[in-house]
């Protein structure tokens, strides 16, 4: 992935560097192209999904999830190196014993427009495991949207989501193609998570506030290692552009936007909350960005009032509280360096203390990584008039579940694919670059995702009115 950067350095001071991300190449050229391709190849069947990177580890889980979630639909799989993606339908074949022959498979060529196109021509959609995205994942989002093939990924950027948000969202709705980018577990477990609060929630709310804990029962002691390297590659680019990604974002947000009050502050010190055993702080991961985002989107087609959504994650002490954010600072500083930046993508088990690996985490410590998210909305109840008094209805939610970094986010990312082959009508728009929470609101994910093993567990804790459960802010 160094090399990658490499590249990526070199060509972003070019005259042409924003030109080659934006749609100018001649539009009619590529699509008498892709017309000329679907004549010659029209009898051959339409896959309903295609998933890409089905040799990573996230790939492989997708392979293993896409037999129950994917079932009585087509699917193929796609990859660098046919050799490779062999070998991975292998794996999965043996190791859930199901028969996996009838399984297309490309190979692909990810700089390479034929080769790229090729693929999304056979699907209706695309599930894009393949990053750092902010590298490979714009030239791919392009030819879905020439091929008019809708696109999902378990992206965790939000640089690569606000650029395709402002490059391609018009495009995309000229050619009715929905790209809704982050799938994944992070992002799909906030976003349904708001969602499911708003459903319950017998009011209006004026903010929600989530607690995201974790406990890995290591039951293999030879590793304790959560994640593979490439969702440290990801973080890096992204605190890398995370200005940038800031300046974004804000030029999309309406002239219009209310300024909301009462105002919800975030607490920056670790913190106990009732009901709960971790020590919070804040965490600025991508989630925040994709439930803002979709907040953003329901105002600007809907005019629905938005949520103020603040985002914290737990530590069992306070001293790990206080040491993480100052650690990832730290990070976030040598980032911002290309030399330093080099050296946190070479030394990755250095800088994470063994929590990412180039192999990622062992099987049996997969499924003994357990999760749970707890959603705290505070609102007014639907007979009160909405005011700048602090509201005092509030209501606890549940996300949870187990296997978040593989399993329950191959089910998030296929699940959502499936909403758009089989619930298309109940998306807004015709099209669009989209955020999961806007995008399938009205769909029926949330029983999806509960569906499935490694999937997610919604459910109401308590609803309470009474000022004195609330914590100052």
Excluded at 77 to 99: D, F, H, Q, Y
Excluded at 331 to 345: E, G, K, N, V
């Amino acid at each position: 992935m160094a090399d990658e950067f490499e590249k990526f350095e070199q060509s972003k001071d070019s005259d042409d560097s924003l030109d080659s991300a934006a749609p100018v190449e001649s539009e009619q050229t590529e699509n008498s192209e892709i017309s000329k391709e679907s004549e010659e190849s029209e009898d051959e069947e339409i896959l309903d999904v295609i998933i890409f990177g089905a040799s990573s580890s996230v790939g492989k889980s997708a392979m293993e999830s896409a037999i129950e979630v994917l079932d009585g639909l087509t699917w193929g799989i796609a990859g660098l190196e046919m050799k490779n993606l062999k070998m991975a339908l292998s794996e999965v074949e043996e190791k859930t014993g199901k028969n996996l022959s009838d399984i297309s498979i490309y190979e692909v060529n990810v700089h390479d427009p034929n080769s790229v196109r090729e693929m999304v021509q056979n699907c209706k959609v695309l599930v894009n495991c393949v990053g750092p995205f902010m590298f490979l994942g714009e030239f791919v989002v392009k030819q879905c949207i020439l091929a008019g093939t809708h696109y999902v990924d378990v992206s965790h950027e939000p640089i690569f989501t606000a650029l395709m948000t402002i490059i391609y969202d018009q495009w995309a709705r000229e050619k009715g193609v929905y790209v809704i980018p982050s799938c994944g577990f992070i992002a799909v477990a906030a976003e349904m998570g708001v969602v499911f609060a708003q459903k319950m929630f017998p009011g209006i709310i004026n903010s929600i506030e989530s607690f995201w804990e974790n406990n890995v029962y290591y039951k293999d002691k030879s590793s304790k290692a959560v994640l593979a390297t490439g969702a440290w590659d990801s973080f890096v680019y992204s605190l890398r552009t995370a200005n940038d990604a800031f300046i974004y974002q804000m030029a999309l947000k309406p002239k219009d936007y209310p300024h909301l009050l009462p105002r919800w502050g975030t607490r920056p010190l670790p913190h106990k909350i009732p009901r709960l055993e971790s020590n919070f702080v804040p965490f600025n991961g991508g989630d925040r960005n994709i439930v803002m985002n979709s907040q953003r989107l329901w105002f600007k087609y809907e005019r629905k009032r938005p949520i103020q959504y603040k985002n914290y994650i737990g530590f069992k002490s306070k001293l790990q509280g206080y040491f993480v954010p100052l650690f990832l600072a730290f990070i976030s500083l040598l980032a911002q360096f290309t030399r330093t930046t080099r050296f946190l993508l070479s030394y990755v088990t250095f800088f994470t203390f063994g929590f990412i690996t180039a192999s990622g985490p062992t099987e049996r410590n997969r499924n003994s990584h357990h999760y749970k998210i707890t959603f705290r909305s505070i609102g007014w109840h639907k007979t009160e008039w909405i005011s700048e008094k602090k509201p005092a209805l509030q209501m606890w939610t549940q996300v949870t579940g187990y296997n978040p970094f593989y399993g329950a986010n191959c089910v998030a990312v296929l699940t959502s694919a499936k909403m758009i082959l089989q619930e298309e009508n109940k998306i807004p728009g015709r099209g669009g670059v989209l955020s999961p929470g806007y995008a399938f609101a009205r769909t029926t994910l949330l029983d999806e995702l509960q569906k499935y093993k490694n999937g997610m567990k919604f459910e109401t804790v308590s609803v309470r009115c009474k000022e004195r459960d609330f914590l100052d802010v």
